[in-house]
C-alpha cells in the first residue's frame, strides 16, 4: 500500500508532500513520488525534436531528490516511513499520475492545487481537475 505524491517543483507541491508524508508515517504507507516531464515537441528541418533531453531529465531527477528529503523531513513527529520511491514519466501529467497510480495500486493521490502560478490564481488548475476526474482512488487537493 503507498500513497502518490505529484511534484513539478513548485512550493504548493512541497507542500502536498509534506501533507502525504505526514499521512503516511502516522498511517505506516510507503510514499511514492513522481515528477512527469511534458515532452512539447518541435520540428527543426523535418526531424521531431524534443526540447530539453537529457537536461530536463537531470532536473527531473533533481526535483525527485529534492522531494524525497521534504518528505523524510515531514516524518519525525508522527512515525517513520516504511519507504519513499520516486519515478520520473514523461507524458501529459494527469494521465501519466493516474495512470502510474493504477500501476502501483496506489491508496491516494496528494497533488498541489496548481502549478508554479498558484500565487497569482488562487483557482484549483487544470492538472489537479483531471486527476481528480480520471482517478479511481481519493485524491487530496492541497492548496
Same mark, same amino acid.
Given at each position: 500500500?503507498?500513497y502518490l505524491v505529484a ?70 513527529? %508522527? ?9 520520473? #514519466?514523461? @507524458? $501529459?501529467? /494527469?494521465? +501519466? *499520475? ?13 497533488? %498541489? ?9 488562487? #483557482?484549483? @488548475? $487544470?492538472? /489537479?481537475? +483531471? *486527476? ?12
Amino acid at each position: 500500500m503507498s500513497y502518490l505524491v505529484a511534484t513539478d517543483g513548485s512550493a504548493v507541491s512541497d507542500q502536498a508532500i509534506e501533507h502525504a508524508a505526514t499521512d503516511a508515517a502516522v498511517r505506516g504507507v510507503a510514499v511514492e513520488i513522481i515528477h512527469v516531464l511534458q515532452p512539447h515537441a518541435e520540428i527543426v528541418d523535418g526531424e521531431l525534436v524534443l526540447p530539453g533531453g537529457a537536461k530536463a531529465a537531470e532536473r527531473g531527477e533533481r526535483l525527485l531528490a529534492e522531494a524525497t528529503r521534504t518528505a523524510e523531513a515531514h516524518t519525525t513527529d %508522527g512515525g517513520s516511513l516504511p519507504r519513499i520511491d520516486t519515478v520520473l #514519466r514523461g @507524458g $501529459s501529467p /494527469a494521465e +501519466t *499520475i493516474t495512470k502510474y497510480a493504477d500501476e502501483i495500486d496506489a491508496e491516494r493521490i496528494y497533488v %498541489g492545487h496548481r502549478g508554479d502560478d498558484a500565487e497569482r490564481d488562487p #483557482r484549483v @488548475g $487544470s492538472v /489537479a481537475k +483531471t *486527476i481528480v476526474d480520471k482517478s479511481a482512488v481519493p485524491v487530496v487537493i492541497v492548496k
